[in-house]
């Protein structure tokens, strides 16, 4: 329980950090984190990215990972889970939880959660 706080503070430590940075307000990719903030709970898709921001999706990877240290698909991962941890503090199951965070299966989320935190959810957030 203990190592996944920390990571979850890190890792909002690192965001705080990243839209701070000078040099990320000049580029295309702060209109596509704020894009993402706002919408991670739909499907996204690099080709539907590609389209709203008329961007190249090999551009946007290179420089999404440039500005922000991690791909699009583990920033968007990373927003969901922290979203069910919230839900899942307010009262909610943690099943409604991810599907209402964006997760389109129990088992997705499952697995995202695994890899993340290194334990099964029932375990860190039961």
């Known amino acids: 329980m203990l190592r996944s706080i920390v990571i979850e503070i890190?890792?909002?430590?690192?965001?705080?950090?990243?839209f701070s940075a000078?040099?990320?307000?000049?580029?295309?990719?702060?209109?596509?984190?704020l894009y993402l903030n706002s919408h991670y709970a739909s499907?996204?898709?690099?080709?539907?990215l590609q389209e709203k921001f008329f961007l190249s999706k090999y551009y946007l990877?290179?420089?999404?990972?440039k500005a922000t240290g991690m791909t699009v698909?583990?920033?968007?991962?990373?927003?969901r889970l922290t979203r069910v941890r919230e839900l899942h503090a307010l009262?909610?199951?943690?099943?409604?939880?991810?599907?209402?965070a964006g997760f389109h299966?129990?088992?997705?989320?499952?697995?995202?959660?695994?890899k993340?935190?290194?334990?099964?959810?029932?375990q860190d957030l039961g």
């Open 22 to 33: 000078p040099d990320l307000a000049k580029t295309p990719i702060r209109s596509v984190i």
């Open 116 to 122: 993340e935190y290194g334990c099964p959810p029932r």
């Open 61 to 65: 990877c290179r420089e999404f990972r």
């Open 10 to 18: 890190l890792y909002l430590t690192n965001q705080v950090n990243q």
């Open 43 to 48: 499907p996204i898709t690099l080709d539907a």
């Open 73 to 79: 698909h583990t920033y968007i991962c990373r927003k």
């Open 91 to 100: 009262g909610k199951s943690i099943s409604s939880a991810a599907l209402e």
């Open 105 to 114: 299966d129990y088992s997705s989320f499952y697995r995202a959660f695994q």
